[in-house]
Antibody, heavy 121, light 110 residues
Framework: QVQLVESGGGVVQPGRSLRLSCAAS????????MHWVRQAPGKGLEWVAS????????FYADSVKGRFTISRDNSRNTVNLQMNSLRTEDTAMYYC??????????????WGQGTVVSVSS | QAGLTQPPSVSKDLRQTATLTCTGN????????AAWLQQHQGHPPKLLSY???NRPSGISERFSASRSGNTASLTITGLQPEDEADYYC???????????FGGGTKLTVL
């Protein structure tokens, strides 16, 4: 069935790195724009990063620009988020999401269950 | 990156109609339209509507979306207990080259 499964979360000290992965199945991954969205405890949704279907275009929220890198492997149906120089304010549930894809503001129609990242000394 | 503006909370009676709003600007909602998501506590978000008023398969007709200028709206008719959740709007901002979310509205069904 159509699903996204995130992995790689954990507890990490400030300044360290973590790599999240998202495995996709049940849809044409290579034709889909993919995103990472996070949600701090008790807070709303915050878009983090996006990758075009072929990985040639990448966009980042100002809060993570220069520290996080999104990448994808269409041969393995995976999208990754490399997170460097982590800060306490990066603590959140990180969701992988697929864009519905019919045009601008088409929304995110498939979401994973999320993986928790906790940045603490 | 500036987000979209949503009222923090809305309360309505069972079987009544709730209208949630989401205000942006000419670079996001006004230009590109908005999508709506529902999130129950402890669960990932679920897409309710995209590109202003398209419902994904399986979403009830009780949920309908619209847009007027820079404000998008989500109307939920015949409120049910299971509609009690957080609702978020999202849009692509062509000026920021970024996705923006609203802060979310907590809907309480009395």
């Amino acid at each position: 069935q159509v699903q996204l499964v995130e992995s790689g979360g954990g507890v990490v000290q400030p300044g360290r790195s973590l790599r999240l992965s998202c495995a996709a199945s049940g849809f044409t991954f290579s034709g889909s724009e993919m995103h990472w969205v996070r949600q701090a405890p008790g807070k709303g949704l915050e878009w983090v990063a996006s990758s075009s279907s072929d990985g040639s275009y990448k966009f980042y929220a100002d809060s993570v620009k220069g520290r996080f890198t999104i990448s994808r492997d269409n041969s393995r149906n995976t999208v990754n988020l490399q997170m460097n120089s982590l800060r306490t304010e990066d603590t959140a549930m990180y969701y992988c999401a697929k864009e519905e894809g019919t045009g601008p503001s088409s929304g995110f129609d498939i979401w994973g269950q999320g993986t928790v990242v906790s940045v603490s000394s | 990156q500036a987000g979209l503006t949503q009222p923090p909370s809305v309360s309505k009676d069972l079987r009544q109609t709730a209208t949630l709003t989401c205000t942006g600007n000419n670079n996001n909602v006004g230009n590109e339209g908005a999508a709506w998501l529902q999130q129950h506590q402890g669960h990932p978000p679920k897409l309710l509507s995209y590109r202003n008023n398209n419902r994904p398969s399986g979403i009830s007709e009780r949920f309908s979306a619209s847009r007027s200028g820079n404000t998008a709206s989500l109307t939920i008719t015949g409120l049910q207990p299971e509609d009690e959740a957080d609702y978020y709007c999202s849009a692509w901002d062509s000026s920021l080259s970024a996705w923006v979310f609203g802060g979310g509205t907590k809907l309480t069904v009395l």
